[in-house]
């Protein structure tokens, strides 16, 4: 469907009337045909409601923690870190991870036993677990190694 500049957040209605979308974003790049991406109805309806009654969506999971790749050594001076890799660049006050003893400039070198080399990697691993889910996560704090167990929190944001 043709979308008009400005109409993220609107609705996307089909020819009879209905309601079957709300548009999320555009794409009027001259590279493209004006390509839309719409949230579908019954997913919209969720989320709303969630808002409503909780003030935020329920069931999204969350590991209390913010992460970053270092991918040269000029990065790992930049960071103060040793090493290139995946390292922990914050901490929630209180969050999931901070509550396992996760610490900035931890550097993560593997959860549940698969080396990790991207953040990517760990926000796929993050999307296919649910709340409640724990994580096994080796990392390296200095010169130490340390295993982590990690309980998957709910993203109340």
């Known amino acids: 469907a043709a979308l008009n500049s400005g109409n993220s957040g609107g609705g ?6 209905n309601l079957v979308g709300i548009v999320a974003a ?28 909780h003030g935020y969506v329920t069931g999204r999971p969350t590991l209390g923690f913010s992460t970053v790749d270092i991918t040269s050594m ?14 922990i660049s914050s901490v929630v006050k209180d969050g999931y991870g901070e509550k396992a003893g996760l610490k900035p400039r931890d550097y ?12 990517d990697r760990i926000k796929e691993i993050l999307e296919e677990s ?18 982590v167990v990690l309980v998957i929190g709910e993203d109340v944001s």
């Open 108 to 119: 993560i070198y593997s959860v549940n036993s698969e080396v990790i080399t991207t953040t």
């Open 12 to 17: 996307l209605f089909d020819s009879s009337g």
């Open 26 to 53: 555009k794409d009027a790049d001259e590279s493209s045909e004006g390509v839309g991406f719409a949230i579908p109805t019954d997913v919209a309806k969720v989320v709303i409601e969630d808002i409503i009654k």
């Open 130 to 147: 649910n709340v409640g889910d724990t994580l096994l996560l080796e990392i390296w704090r200095g010169s130490d190694s340390i295993d």
């Open 74 to 87: 000029r990065e790992a001076s930049y960071y103060g870190v040793d090493w290139i890799g995946v390292y």
